[in-house]
């Protein structure tokens, strides 16, 4: 059976550093909810993780999981079960064994254990593999060998720190299928901390975006994809990255290069300078030519052709920027040479405009 947990302004201070590495953390996750904390390195997300197992103190705030204060229990009184990005399987114990060894030292009986790590062997398509030794297994069975050890335990919570993180590109996409499928069908609260926003983005049903240790915004997938709260979650979610850049503001147009492009009215009402910081997702960008208007032109850099998309990376070419490499979803099968000029158009909108301070997101409606 699962559960909800709270965090309440939960913050870890480490010995010895002035700066939070979790700072006054508020999130709600729903019971039997998918939960995905994701970031840079170094943002909080895997400390905030072994705060609710308890591998790491509190320093103020609380965690609940349900209505239970677990903030100052023992990890093994939260019945929460963690998988781990190195598996942390017993190299002298079988499939078998190591799935229920935490059952053997709760002292379950050995029927109850040999017909949990059955059941769960027979969810991941292990029941071949019961009576090998985890150096005999590949990465992927590994894995799931250590899904299978949360999963006999039968917890309130899983929480899942980076677990794909040791598997082959191609592994990792069948895996994280996998991983979202069962969670389904078991429909147990579960966390899930991943750098890989396309990770985050495909397998959360809400995903927690933090940097330096603040959350910045939690959402669904598409919710952030499409109204990104700052500059930060916009050019962090999204693959390829949206594009980003800091342009002048003159009589109520965006000055990209040589080219004007209008900007909504709400926008230029909320801004507190006369520059702004605009974004645009590479398949906003629509294929023009010179003369139409709010037409901005690219030289083409590198094309990357994938068969059913293709990529086009690129420099803004004209005065006075202070942009980023441009990428832009074009058409497969008629890609510009290297070092052409292209020109592009904005599609309407699809703009996104933050404060060039702040970093928050402005009204572009």
């Known amino acids: 059976m699962s559960t909800s947990v709270t965090f309440d302004q939960a913050t870890r201070i480490y010995p010895g550093s002035t700066d939070p590495a979790v700072d006054a953390l508020d999130l709600e996750i729903a019971e039997g ?6 970031g840079p390195s170094g943002c909080g997300k895997s400390t905030s993780l072994r705060m609710l197992a308890g591998l790491e103190d509190v320093t103020s705030g ?13 990890p093994k009184d939260r019945d929460i079960a963690m998988v781990f990005q190195n598996y942390a399987l017993y190299p002298h ?3 078998a064994e190591n799935m229920g060894f935490a059952l053997k030292i709760a002292g379950n009986s050995k029927a109850d254990i040999d017909q949990r790590v059955k059941d769960a062997a027979q969810i991941l398509d292990l029941e071949a593999y019961l009576d090998r030794k985890p150096k005999a297994l590949s990465g992927g069975q590994r894995q799931r060998v250590a899904m299978g050890r949360a999963i006999v335990r039968q917890p309130r919570v899983f929480l899942m720190d980076e677990p794909l993180s040791n598997l082959d590109a191609k592994l990792r996409v069948s895996t994280r ?9 078991l429909d147990i609260t579960t966390v899930y901390v991943t750098h890989d926003q396309v990770e985050a983005m495909t397998m959360g049903d809400r995903v927690a975006v933090l940097k330096d240790g603040v959350l910045q915004q939690v959402d669904t997938p598409l919710g952030l994809y499409d109204n990104p709260k700052n500059a930060f979650v916009a050019g962090f979610i999204g693959s390829p990255a949206m594009n980003l850049g800091t342009f002048a503001v003159a009589d109520g147009n965006v000055v990209i290069g040589d080219a004007t492009v ?3 009215r709400s926008t230029v009402g909320a801004l507190t300078s006369d520059k702004v910081q605009i974004g645009f997702r590479p398949e906003a960008m629509i294929l023009a030519s010179e003369s ?9 850099l590198v094309i990357e052709e994938l068969g059913s998309d293709a990529f086009l990376y690129g420099n803004l070419l004209g005065d006075n920027l202070k942009a980023d490499h441009i990428v832009a979803r074009i058409a ?11 020109w592009f158009t904005i599609e309407p909108g699809r703009l996104h405009a933050f404060d060039v301070e702040t970093g928050a997101a402005l009204p572009t409606q």
């Open 262 to 264: 209008p900007l909504p």
């Open 292 to 300: 139409d208007p709010g037409s901005f032109p690219v030289e083409a």
């Open 177 to 185: 299928t996998q991983i979202a499928s069962l969670q389904r069908r």
């Open 62 to 74: 609380t965690i609940r999981i349900g209505d239970k204060d677990v903030t100052n229990l023992r």
């Open 93 to 95: 114990m079988s499939v």
């Open 332 to 342: 497969p099968r008629s890609v510009p040479q290297r070092g052409e000029t292209v």
């Open 33 to 38: 909810e998918f939960l995905v904390l994701v």
